[in-house]
């Protein structure tokens, strides 16, 4: 039987420097690593430091096996990882976990919401949007501040592809021509049918859940929004027990839930 | 008569306590024999080398069986060889010894089939796999109750009824011993001889059963815990003892025969030529357990406590039983005596 903790390598092809801490990592996996799907996430890391959970923010398509990873060094593995260059090698397994449910949005106003780093995971829903099928797509990105905007050069891109994309920031600065606030009170203001509406939610759980209440109000149902919660995990085969929410194992039963399947669980905001 | 000819093989059948040993003794050629051993005090699972120091009227041990040897406490899953051209992934052999586990008792023998589903589901363990494949479970009725058992109200005990996923069952009738063979392997492999039991033999077991179900003391509602816990996460229970008596020390955790949970660290040689990558019960009870970056999920005891009552008396949903199998251990090893039964009755009160 194959030993499931043995890494793939890849090489990094490209780095992007999306905001101060913030790098996104082009990556050529070697042969045989199984391509991601939009919402889902590696182990990534380096023998000795060890590895931590990162969601594709770029999956494989049929003209590109390369995929990538939007990483903010924020602990051991991620400062470490920070310090690479292009040609480096990293270790990774996967992809793990239920992605976004991409097929409930045909037809549907897609409605993604991100705070953050949050914006990484939604990214390759974004980047398939075409085949999706969606009537409607809606982008609303909140951030701390404009230099904290990842993927500030994209957004352009997004907006000729059709998708409304609306920014907002708690701290505008000077030059910013977009919004100021929290991104619920976009939402509040945003023109939704509740009942043909799907939401995917990503970002610190506290905006996830206000987001999600949001939408609540405008009578979406709790099983057509989708979070995407973050929790400590070693080794993404619901095996070592660290992302425990409730009944659930976050690695291998999500990492992304509908609103409903969390609810009422201690030790979370939802 | 017992020529060649006539042999028949028996699946279940009555034996003195000698042919017992005399038949256990006989496996050791060809397996390595891990049974509970010593009587003063706490007897534990160890290795044995005779027949003798195994304990068959032991109540419990502080280490579970299964978790123990099946799980173990810290083991290598991968290695690193650091080369010139960068690190090379090296994989340990599985573990191969053919073991008998003897002397599991009916709730650590649940213990295993918990396991068994958390390790050999969607993503199986190679290294769980491998031991549970080459090791071979006898498991024993229980001849008496602790006044911390509680498996009765849970139904794993202490008569064991699970019809597989084990090897052998005893049962100690007093002269002598029933043994039945439950596995599709252990009647491939072992053979039985003796007095085939009859109808008043099981009726035997049947009365010596419910006299043991007469010693049980704990009691409270395993079933309705549910919606209490749900709608009544902060329940004052939950806080006073943890904010009252709770250490945080995990002993509940590493004790439990149904927990499971691990950390993955890396660890260096001195040399720097090597990296290994381990494996280690982790606990629950830890204050860095759920923690990650910018918060911590179970930062407050309280949070912890209700983790491990909660994930053993609830969330059956998660392998469709419960993680508890009513063995007790959590309560007899905590140091200051915290009793999940009591923290369900309260609240359920």
């Known amino acids: 039987m194959k030993n499931p903790y043995v890494p793939f390598k890849a090489v990094i092809r490209g780095i992007g420097q999306e905001a101060g801490d913030v790098k996104t990592f082009l990556l050529e996996p070697e042969s045989g690593f199984p391509p991601g799907a939009p919402g889902q996430f590696n182990m990534v890391g380096y023998p000795g430091v060890g590895e931590a959970p990162v969601s594709l923010s770029r999956v494989p398509m049929e003209d590109s096996d390369l995929f990538e990873h939007t990483i903010r060094a924020v602990g051991r593995v991620t400062d470490f990882l920070s310090t690479f260059r292009e040609g480096d090698e990293i270790f990774l397994r996967g992809p793990f976990g239920r992605g976004w449910p991409l097929n409930e949005v045909k037809g549907k106003h897609l409605v993604l919401v991100s705070g953050g780093l949050g914006l990484a995971p939604i990214r390759p829903v974004v980047q398939i949007a075409d085949k999706l099928k969606a009537r409607r797509i809606t982008l609303l990105h909140g951030a701390r501040d404009p230099g904290s905007v990842i993927f ?45 509406a799907v939401a995917f939610i990503c970002g610190p759980e506290i905006m996830m859940r206000f987001a999600a209440n949001e939408l609540f109000l405008k009578d979406v149902p709790g099983s057509s929004v989708y979070v995407s919660p973050e929790r400590r995990m070693r080794c993404g085969m619901g095996l070592c027990g660290h992302c425990q929410h409730g009944v659930w194992f976050v690695c291998k039963d999500g990492p992304v839930f509908s609103y409903r399947e969390l609810r009422g669980y201690p030790d979370a905001l939802f | 008569m017992n020529g060649e000819n006539t042999f028949q093989k028996n699946y279940e059948a009555l034996i003195s306590r000698e042919l017992l040993a005399a038949w256990v003794e006989g496996f050791k050629e060809n397996f390595r024999l891990i049974g509970p051993a010593g009587g003063k005090g706490e007897a534990e699972f160890r290795e044995v080398f005779s027949f003798n120091e195994i304990n068959l009227d032991y109540q419990s041990t502080m280490l579970p069986p299964g978790k123990t040897f099946l799980l173990k406490p810290v083991e290598e899953i991968l290695s690193f060889n650091i080369t010139p051209g960068g ?44 031991r549970r494949e080459n090791t071979f479970i006898f498991s024993l009725n229980c001849k008496t109750v602790s006044g911390l058992c509680f498996c009765h109200l849970v139904g ?57 179900l007469k010693n049980f003391r704990k009691d409270f509602k395993a079933d309705g815990l549910r919606e209490v816990f749900l ?34 660290y890396d660890e260096a040689g001195v040399s720097l030529a090597r990296i290994k990558r381990m494996r280690r019960w982790d606990a629950c009870q830890d204050y860095f357990f759920a923690k990650v970056h910018g918060g911590n999920f179970r930062e407050e005891r309280q949070a912890r406590l209700r983790q491990f009552v909660f994930h053993k008396l609830d969330y059956e949903g998660q392998f469709g039983v419960k993680g508890t199998v009513g063995c007790g251990r959590c309560i007899r090893w905590c140091p200051t005596g915290i009793d999940l039964t009591e923290i369900a009755k309260e609240m359920m009160k």
């Open chain 2, 156 to 212: 794993t005990g202490p008569f064991l009824k699970a019809q597989s996923g084990y090897d052998v069952l005893l049962t100690d009738m007093g002269s002598e011993f029933l043994v039945e063979l439950k596995s599709v392997r252990a009647k491939k492999i072992f053979s039985l001889e003796g007095r085939p039991p009859e109808g008043r033999d099981l009726e035997k077991k049947k009365e010596l059963e419910l006299e043991l």
């Open chain 1, 152 to 196: 500030k050069t994209e957004f352009r891109h997004w907006r000729k592809k059709g998708i409304d994309v609306e920014l907002t920031v708690d701290e505008p600065g000077k030059g910013w021509r977009y919004h100021t606030g929290i991104v619920t009170e976009i939402i509040r203001r945003l023109k939704i049918a509740p009942a043909e």
């Open chain 2, 231 to 264: 709608s009544r996460p902060d329940h004052p229970v939950l806080k006073e003892t943890a904010e009252g008596r709770c250490l945080s020390c995990g002993n509940c955790v590493m004790v439990c025969p149904t927990c499971f949970c691990h950390d993955i």
């Open chain 2, 87 to 130: 690190p090379v992934a090296e994989e340990p052999p599985l573990p191969d010894r053919k073991r008998i586990l003897f002397g599991v008792h009916a709730c650590d023998t649940h213990a295993i089939l918990y396991l068994d589903k958390v390790f050999l589901g969607v993503f199986p363990d190679p290294f769980y796999r491998a």
